[in-house]
């Protein structure tokens, strides 16, 4: 049997979480890990390869094989177990972080870490090694994880933790779903005594004192986030929004059973009560060029020049991309582009990102700044340091431009001692990523990958676009 007489009805067109990246695959559901296995073993006898994907909210091509297999794992989705008394849950690998919170807010737990939406998986969230808002405070989400277990291409099925199979622990998580696929993974999750958080909102005008806000509030707070207007420039470039919350202390909130209850929890579908949220992305539309943005990120700063202190659910604080539904067809074709950089480079860098972006004439549509700390594990996207994400509408007039634009880049980030994150940026090369992983972090990975994965089943366009094949 060859690729070219699998079944039709599993060929369809697959595309990342920005609409900018397409390609045509064979798309399965397992239900369990005997059709995992089946799989892997009818991938081997037909030479093809499989890619593992969860909801894919990626902006690159992490869950794409063009002419391969696609493995969507949002279907084994099962909580298998929750303690309220200690705060360990475990789940299969399409368990949401969405399932995650509404599992364990009721009891006074929350997720130690998410990110800015809560349809991601736990196998996507793994397999990236996903940060939130505290980064600086609570790492990655790997360093809650207490111990998982994952399926081989080889067929077998191993327990890894950081003290058990400890090599593959901190190499799988991070790894892409490269060497192995996730079948159950068990989380500590973080203590509550609220379903709020006391939020401190206030203006940065520029990026030194933007960056120096987001340092300063570090370990003042629980969680920071700044919003960057990337289409100001002069004494403006860099301004932004700082926004840092902390945790309500036990007794703080008059009302927790209400505050720590789903319903309560929950995004409205309406904005002013009567709005429905679903169509937004279509008004927003015709504003997504750089005048229009350049409108907006005004307005929004101009607003943001009085401080603000108010509560907030801890839904609406974190999960910002899921308040408006479809928010990113606005744009058409979306990628982003995120750096991470060292806190004594970052702001020269940045300055430069900012300036040669106005320049071409591209600027981002919006800017996210959050502080980081280092961590162990083998793709490693950390430093102590900031990050930057820059959201980009992509267009068939600027899409070499843009490339091109990027991959400068890279080089500047590469020369601040910075690093890249496999779930966002689309156009890494094998030089860059051989640049900011280095060697020594390569050859580990290949020869977990041999030991793993020896028939090299596991592939994505990702994988074959960072590493050369």
């Avoid at 890619?51 to 909580?79: E, P, Q, W």
């Amino acid at each position: 049997m060859t690729t070219s007489i699998l079944p039709y009805e599993h060929l369809t067109y697959l595309e990342n979480f920005g609409h900018s990246l397409r390609a045509a695959s064979y798309l399965y559901r397992p239900a369990n890990t005997e059709e995992i296995i089946e799989l892997f073993r009818f991938a081997k006898q037909n030479g093809l390869k499989i890619t593992t994907r969860g909801a894919g909210r990626s902006y690159n091509d992490a869950g794409l094989n063009s002419s391969g297999i696609v493995m969507d794992l949002t279907g084994m989705n099962k909580i298998l177990s929750w303690d309220a008394q200690t705060g360990l849950i475990t789940g299969e690998p399409g368990v949401t972080l969405e399932q995650l919170w509404h599992t364990v807010l009721p009891g006074g737990w929350w997720p130690p870490v998410v990110s800015g939406t809560m349809t991601t998986t736990l196998g996507g969230c793994l397999g990236m090694n996903i940060h939130g808002k505290n980064n600086f405070k609570m790492g990655t989400i790997g360093e809650h994880v207490q111990e998982f277990t994952a399926l081989l291409p080889t067929g077998a099925e191993i327990t890894c933790s950081p003290t058990k199979n400890g090599d593959l622990f901190y190499a799988l998580i991070s790894g892409m779903g490269m060497l192995g696929v996730f079948t159950s993974i068990t989380l500590k999750m973080k203590k509550m005594y609220s379903g709020l958080l006391q939020v401190h909102a206030y203006p940065a005008p520029n990026l030194h004192a933007h960056l120096k806000a987001i340092e300063q509030d570090a370990p003042e707070y629980d969680y920071t986030v700044g919003w960057l207007d990337a289409t100001a420039g002069g004494s403006g470039l860099g301004r932004g929004q700082i926004h840092s919350a902390k945790y309500l202390h036990e007794g703080e909130d008059p009302e927790p059973q209400k505050t720590m209850q789903v319903g309560y929890q929950t995004l409205p579908a309406t904005m002013f009560g009567v709005f429905p949220k679903s169509i937004i992305h279509y008004f927003m539309a015709p504003f997504t060029f750089n005048l229009g943005f350049w409108m907006i990120n005004t307005a929004k700063y101009v607003a943001s020049l009085r401080d603000g202190n108010y509560p907030q659910s801890h839904a609406a604080f974190h999960f910002l991309l899921d308040y408006v539904p479809n928010w990113e067809l606005a744009f058409g074709h979306l990628i982003q582009y995120q750096s991470f950089v060292p806190k004594e480079t970052a702001e020269e860098a940045w300055k430069e990102l900012l300036t040669l972006s106005q320049k071409r004439g591209m600027p981002s549509h919006l800017g996210v700044t959050k502080r980081h700390r280092p961590d162990k594990f083998l793709f490693s996207h950390a430093v102590d340091g900031f990050s930057l994400a820059l959201d980009f509408k992509v267009t068939n007039g600027n899409r070499a431009a843009m490339y091109n634009m990027l991959q400068e880049f890279d080089k500047i980030v590469l020369q601040a001692g910075g690093r890249f994150y496999f779930a966002k940026n689309s156009e890494t090369s094998p030089e860059t990523t051989l640049k900011f992983l280095g060697a020594e972090t390569l050859a580990r990975f290949r020869a977990l990958k041999q030991r793993t994965d020896p028939n090299n089943l596991l592939e994505s366009d990702l994988y074959r676009r960072v590493f050369a094949g």
